[in-house]
């Protein structure tokens, strides 16, 4: 759906910043989450979870648990279908193993019993005989000839052969002729990087309740970002046709891309229908670490060319990525999105995925492109350095800008790096003198962002009020978002909205919320649904009025007469027109189903003053300030928020945030205290500073802006640490005994 | 396991519950009464999400033992409103945006309430590290700050 640049649009809600309509719920606790609610007959299950990294499952007894007082159920691998579909089939080999556990914390047998201790008591009666086998966790020495095999022929035709069982996937972006480029240049630097895996880190555990009935229907309550995604999943693990399967998404405490998959729910609709009762699985905290999430863990070959003046000549970057125990396509994204931020002439990137002994990767905030942009921003700065040039400067010098072709392929539209940039420059923080010992780090960043699949019901309701059905859960104020959209074209005040997201059953399909996409494709498809609505108000109005249809036209809120032709009658309200709704024709509604496309890609610019303490090697992050271009911002409030919310999450991959594997293959600080996230005390107050250039691609120029700032911050610290310590840092996280060891080996 | 009885308050009304020893006074809150306010996001004291009042003292209840209740006056996220409508912590939450997915929120503002109880006119760094043991994985602290500090403010002028 185009821009409408026709209009000058003045908007009159858009932009402002209402209460979310969920806030009260949430600030006195009525909210449910995916843990708080019960059913009647409940069991609680549990689940047993592989002690070692990568082992043959010989075989699994479960005949001492089922004898047990208030053991109800028992499943094993065994007792889930296995779906033709690759992708499907891996889903279900991670939610319960087969023949092999493949990392610390796989799920190898679940039991359901009459309270939560007799299910813990009873894990401890299942008897597993492993037979233990080589493990690797390392990406670089997975793709080493005679590593630990993971899986065998999982490989893509795309990998070459000769190289290691474990690489499953290849990829190659770029144009342009790098020798020529490589040659132009005064100054390359080629560097090699390595970025930990991460944990998306939400605050909520997964939970879940699934209730079977004898005839095969079947009710899901769980946290998801898509509860479409979870009803698409487990139908198929199930053997289920959809429409017996309901899922409904409780409210949701954080995902970040980490619940867009699922874990619990088949076990939990398994066990459901095996033992007739309703079955609630919540995952403990260690378990969230070590079997759902992480990030991949990378190992990064960047290589560019400078001229004196700052021109990139060429680049080039070869990646190797580590989704974990599975095959994942996630380094392509890390391909596409490395040099995005430049135009340039001559460019190549080359990613593989290796498979290792650790959980199967799950989305993370713009995928991939942190560590790839984290590498490329590191020697674009590092050249900047030593070429004693600006690295804004050197920035807006090679930008993007609409008409370049990107350095994945497509031709950039009207996009916001240059402005952002340029807004970094002019802002004070940029001009800020620096005292003795502080450092500045600037990095960009970038994002594809998403549409897809979208679906939303907007029903006039006869008192003038209008609910909007839309089946994405909200995150992070999108229903906020969605009825200011709705109001915005309605021409109604925002609280005579009410935005629900419905259940599976309720509404057509809805992709997950992921991508940056919800307020930009719900968002289109609300518009472009009250718009349907009112049509339907215009003609119900012509039709009391005696005229033809086109001889209406919807303005402020009201149905009026189309110029002095059409007659002259007083413009009727919606709620004039609803209210007579039932002698018009009956009930009013306005629908939109669309595959969206257009989304429109995001860029960010960080700016970040540190310093470093000498003597622990301890970062402390002074100053932050977030440049951002969000299209429209809808509710700047909830924009802000996730430039703030992302960036604080790349600032803890770039300072502590890992996962540690000890030389057993076993997960050594699967919870939060040995994974440190950011807490409000390491941190200064994260300045956003929003921009919009519109989105050519949105009726109201709106672009997601959920995941563009999670990417520059890597580099952003990592470059102000280089430049404190005066050591060029090439490896995540930048914790403080690794950056002392820098400090002392300079 | 014999249950035990626990009698207690909570958020001023009477409670008895029965629990088992082991049982966290998460559990018992959320299991046993159904206040499921208090969330348990690591069950291990790292989070805040499950912090309550306990006799006034601010803890995390997936590390108290709901026998330890007895006689106890418990506060929660759901007393924080009275029929007089939300506290200010509560409102400038709304107002500042200072959630977005909100699990951790309830855990805030029992930590927050409790921070301008001992002292009404906290500084910014006051605020950070009287809120360090609350995880919040959305917000980056920002608007939590702005609005903690701006029901602060409210509260001294009332
Ligand atoms: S649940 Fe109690 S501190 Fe996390
Ligand atoms: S608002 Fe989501 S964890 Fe704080």
Redesign the pocket.
């Known amino acids: 759906m185009a821009f409408d640049s026709h209009e000058k649009r003045q908007f009159k809600q858009v932009g402002t910043r209402p209460p979310r309509p969920d806030g009260v719920d949430k600030v006195t606790g009525r909210a449910q989450y995916g843990a708080d609610v019960t059913a009647p007959g409940m069991l609680t299950a549990r689940i047993l979870r592989s002690p070692h990294a990568h082992a043959r499952i010989v075989s699994i007894d479960t005949s001492e648990a089922e004898a047990m007082a208030g053991v109800k159920g028992v499943v094993t691998g065994r007792d889930f279908a296995l779906p033709e579909d690759a992708g499907l089939a891996d889903i279900a080999v991670n939610v319960m193993a087969r023949d092999k556990a493949l990392y610390d914390g796989h799920a190898v047998a679940a039991v359901a019993a009459v309270s939560p201790a007799i299910a813990k008591a009873a894990l401890k009666a299942i008897k597993v005989q492993y037979e233990v086998l080589p493990h690797v966790t390392d990406v670089d020495a997975a793709m080493q000839p005679g590593a630990p095999v993971v899986l065998e022929g999982r490989a893509l035709e795309s990998v070459p052969a000769g190289m290691s069982v474990n690489v499953t996937h290849a990829s190659e972006f770029g144009h342009g002729d790098l020798a020529a480029g490589f040659a132009k240049a005064d100054r390359i630097v080629e560097r090699s990087f390595k970025t930990a895996a991460t944990h998306q880190g939400?605050?909520?555990p997964h939970a879940c309740l699934a209730s079977v009935t004898v005839d095969g229907k079947a009710d899901l309550w769980c946290c998801t970002q898509g509860q479409f995604m979870v009803r698409t999943v487990c139908a198929a693990l199930m053997g289920m046709e959809a429409s017996q399967l309901r899922v409904t998404a409780s409210e949701i405490?954080?995902g970040f891309g980490g619940k867009t998959t699922v874990f619990i729910e088949p076990v939990a609709l398994v066990l459901a229908r095996k033992t007739g009762r309703p079955v609630k699985i919540t995952m403990t905290r260690d378990e969230v670490f070590r079997a759902t999430g992480p990030t991949v863990s990378t190992s990064i070959d960047v290589k560019i060319g400078m001229t004196k003046d700052g021109r990139i000549t060429a680049g080039e970057a070869r990646l190797r990525y580590s989704g974990g125990a599975f095959p994942c396509g996630t380094v392509d994204m890390g391909a596409m999105a490395a040099f995005a931020a430049y135009d340039l002439e001559a460019v190549r990137t080359q990613g593989w995925n290796v498979l290792t002994n650790r959980p199967k990767e799950a989305a993370y905030r713009a995928p991939g492109a942190p560590q790839a942009i984290y590498a490329v921003e590191s020697v674009v700065d590092e050249l900047c350095q030593i070429l004693k040039l600006d690295p804004l400067d050197v920035r807006i010098r090679n930008a993007a800008k609409k008409g370049t072709k990107s350095s994945y392929g497509p031709v950039f539209d009207d996009i916001g790096l240059l402005a952002t940039l340029e807004a970094a420059k002019a802002h004070p923080h940029y001009k800020a003198p620096l005292k003795p010992g502080q450092a500045r780090g600037v990095s960009c960043g970038f994002w594809f962002n998403f549409g897809g699949n979208t679906c939303v019901s907007l029903n006039v309701n006869t008192d003038g009020t209008v609910g909007v059905t839309e089946g994405n859960p909200d995150?992070?104020g999108s229903r906020a978002s969605i009825s200011l959209m709705a109001a915005e074209e309605l021409g109604i005040p925002y609280d005579k909205v009410r935005t629900i997201v419905a259940d599976t059953a309720s509404l057509g399909y809805n992709d997950v919320t992921d991508g940056s996409r919800v307020t930009f494709s719900v968002g289109l498809a609300t518009i472009a649904a009250a718009r349907d609505a009112k049509v339907k108000m215009c003609a119900r109005a012509a039709k009391i009025w005696g005229i033809d249809d086109e001889a209406v036209e919807w303005k402020d809120g009201a149905a009026w007469p189309a110029g002095p032709n059409a007659g002259q009658f007083p413009p009727m309200s919606l709620a004039e027109i609803a209210a007579v709704s039932f002698q018009t024709g009956g009930p009013i509604a306005g629908h939109h189903e669309v595959n969206a496309d257009g989304a429109g890609v995001s860029f960010g610019v960080h700016l970040c003053d540190l310093e470093v303490d000498p003597e622990t090697g301890k970062t402390t992050i002074l100053r932050y300030s977030v440049f951002q271009d969000a299209g429209k911002a809808v509710h700047p409030d909830y924009v802000e928020g996730q430039m703030q919310?992302g960036a604080v999450q790349g600032i803890g991959w770039a300072l502590n945030e890992e996962y540690i594997y000890g030389r057993d293959g076993r997960l050594q600080n699967p919870g939060f205290l040995d994974y440190r996230v950011p807490v409000a005390s390491d941190l200064p107050m994260i300045e956003a500073v929003i921009l919009e250039i519109p989105n050519p691609g949105h009726p109201y120029g709106v672009r997601g802006v959920g995941e563009t700032p999670i990417v520059p911050p890597l580099a952003a610290i990592s470059n102000g640490v280089s430049r404190a310590v005066g050591v060029r840092m090439q490896e995540l996280p930048l914790s403080p005994p690794r950056v002392l060891k820098a400090i002392k080996a300079a | 396991m014999s249950s035990i009885s626990v009698s207690t308050t909570v958020n001023g009304d009477p409670v008895d519950f029965v629990c088992t020893p082991d049982e966290s006074l998460l559990d018992a809150l959320r299991n046993r009464m159904g206040l499921t306010g208090a969330k348990e996001?690591c069950g291990t004291g790292d989070c805040g999400?499950c912090s309550v009042l306990l006799n006034g003292r601010l803890v995390c209840s997936c590390l108290v033992l709901a026998a330890e209740a007895e006689g106890a006056e418990i506060a929660t996220v759901e007393g924080m409103a009275g029929p007089e409508g939300l506290h200010p912590l509560q409102r400038a939450f709304i107002d500042h945006a200072?959630?977005?997915?909100?699990?951790?929120?309830p855990g805030?503002l029992v930590a927050a309430k409790a921070l301008l109880e001992k002292n009404p006119d906290p500084s910014d760094e006051e605020v950070r590290y009287w809120l360090a043991g609350n995880?919040?994985?959305?917000?980056g602290y920002d608007k939590?700050v702005r609005a903690v500090q701006a029901a602060a403010a409210e509260m001294r002028s009332a």
């Open positions: 939400y605050i909520e405490g954080g995150i992070g919310g | 996001g999400a200072a959630l977005q997915c909100g699990v951790c929120t805030i995880l919040c994985r959305c917000t939590i």
